[in-house]
């Protein structure tokens, strides 16, 4: 089978690079903020990272969790969608690179043909999409070297107050988020 990169995609996945599966660990929901985090935890181990993604897609990926449907597709249905009436299927989302405080994503989407497309993405978008599609989750063992915390002091991710539950419209789905085949 080859692997070939999709429209947009500007340079994929190094194959000499290795990548590390990932799993959602964290949903943190801010009302009256355009800043909504997602935390990424090693499937089998202990390192993690946060991403600051935007309210659309951190909505969808609370919509995903909760089971939460809409009467008509929004773009990252409709996204998923198109692939799949196409023939594609989403196997993997591969955070591939981390430049000037920006990660880099791709899709990869197996053709009918058995080709391996890499579509250029936005993490934010390719997790959303990439959570409703089932699919894993990677990134390249250099970005996750670059941008884990687990080893660098407290939760970078703000904490709701003990005796108050979430703050100021937050919303924290930590607990879950758990891997559908643990």
Not at 68 to 77: D, G, I, M
Not at 94 to 102: K, P, Q, S, Y
Request: aromatic residues 4%; hydrophobic residues 35%.
């Amino acid at each position: 089978m080859s692997e070939s990169t999709g429209a947009g995609s500007e340079g994929s996945s190094d194959a000499a690079e290795a990548y590390v599966p990932m799993r959602m660990g964290r949903l943190v929901l801010r009302d009256r903020s355009d800043q909504q985090w997602i935390q990424l935890v090693e499937v089998d181990g202990r390192r993690s990272f946060p991403i600051v993604i935007g309210p659309h897609e951190a909505r969808e990926l609370h919509r995903v969790l909760t089971g939460k449907e809409t009467p008509r597709p929004l773009t990252h249905q409709l996204a998923l969608a198109g692939l799949e009436a196409m023939g594609g299927a989403l196997e993997t989302v591969r955070i591939t690179d981390l430049r000037d405080n920006t990660f880099y994503a791709e899709l990869r989407v197996r053709r009918d043909s058995g080709e391996l497309e890499a579509l250029d993405a936005r993490p934010s978008d390719a997790l959303a999409i990439g959570l409703r599609a089932g699919c894993s989750f990677e990134i390249a063992e250099s970005v996750l070297e670059e941008v884990r915390t687990d080893e660098v002091g407290p939760d970078p991710l703000p904490e709701p107050p003990d005796d108050e539950g979430p703050a100021d419209g937050q919303a924290d789905l930590f607990g879950n988020v758990e891997d559908p085949e643990a």
